[in-house]
């Protein structure tokens, strides 16, 4: 495979610094990767040489703008193999894109008694947002719980589809365990009895090329900042039929085509869910973190990942106190573990002392730890520009955490 991972690094210049005193290692990039400069680049450009507000005035910077705000969009169908560009809507992040949905689709769609399925494994943005649209309608959260460690428990699954389930909202890859989900099979079995699905893809989208439509989903959901992009940005895309059924969300400047003190009629999409001013370096950097990604090639980033994951895991293994939490295949890059006696923090707090940052908590999917019985785990997530060299950094640490508490 052709992967020079030296000048991968050296499109990421925050990785070559020294932090407390040692080379950085970042294993955090599930909860934000870093930023290569091809995508810092592109937004400069927009800042520094064709700064405008988009879509309101006659100007050329203006046009130039809208113009590359509106090539990201396409940019991104074109990536997620969206159908039409007007089914991509620029948002704040996977968090306000399924708020829009339970809040917009919901309010048309739910009433008393109808059912909302989830699963116990779903990052809080895809609990909390559901439940607050259920207090308001009176609709039920329902959650599929797991079965084997860190896997869903598809029977109970196919019992909780019901002809009361009216939106099946499901993630992609777990944030905390990494697991991958069997959505094409869950969208196929919701879709046959009309139940629309929402697929939650803030941790595959890093990962692995998206295919909406063959997903066949319905809504699917990501962040920019965790695909190499900006902060700030992120997507809901929606099969164009069910965005154009939809109210809008959120009122405001150019989502609307009259405007009278009684009455205002709204704009189609995308233009009807992107009220105000929008994140246009956003957008502009987020096209240019696909153009990165798959310069590198997703079956390069694939294979690469793949033998730091089993190699870091083999390794970890090695650790007596380290216990490995979730499935073992189909899993994604991340690594969630505990240690006897040590608290996920204070492996996190010794790591960063030898510049090695995790993340140590509940990676907010509380009904998770709770289901695999503990109130944290330290979290290690894998990204193109790590390499086995910094797993040995870290095995190294571990085990002298484990010498330190565990023996
Ligand atoms: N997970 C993590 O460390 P926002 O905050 O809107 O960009 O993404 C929310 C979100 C939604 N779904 C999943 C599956 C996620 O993993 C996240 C963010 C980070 O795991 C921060 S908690």
Known sequence: MSWDIDSIRRDFPVLSQTVRGKPLVYFDSAASAQKPRQVVEAVDAYYTTYYANIHRGVHELSMRATDAYEAARKRIA???????????????GATEAINLVASSWGRGHLSKGDEILISMMEHHANIVSWQLIAEQTGAVVKAIPMGEEGVLDMDAFDRLLSDRTKILAIGHISNALGTVHPVRAMVDKAHARGIPVLVDGAQAVP?????????????????????????????????????????PYQGGGEMIRSVSIE?????????RFEAGTPHIAG??????????LEGLGWDNIHAWEASLLAYATERMEEIPSVRIMGPKDNKASVISFVMEDVHPHDIATVLDAEGIAIRGGHHCAQ??????????????????????????TLIKTLQKIHTMFAE
């Open 367 to 392: 009904p998770l730890m709770r289901a695999l019985g503990v109130s944290s785990t330290a979290r290690v997530s894998l990204a193109p520009y790590n390499t086995k060299e910094e797993v040995d």
């Open 78 to 92: 074109k990536a997620i193999h969206a159908a039409d560009p007007r089914e991509v809507i620029f948002v704040r």
């Open 207 to 247: 990962h692995m090329p998206i295919n909406v439509q063959e997903l066949g989903c319905d809504f699917y959901v990501f962040s920019g900042h965790k695909v190499f992009g900006p902060t700030g940005v992120g997507v809901l895309y929606g099969r164009g039929e069910v965005l154009e059924s939809m109210p």
């Open 283 to 292: 957008a502009i950097g987020l096209a240019a973190s696909f153009d990165y």
């Open 263 to 271: 009455k205002t009629t709204f704009r189609d999409i995308p233009e």
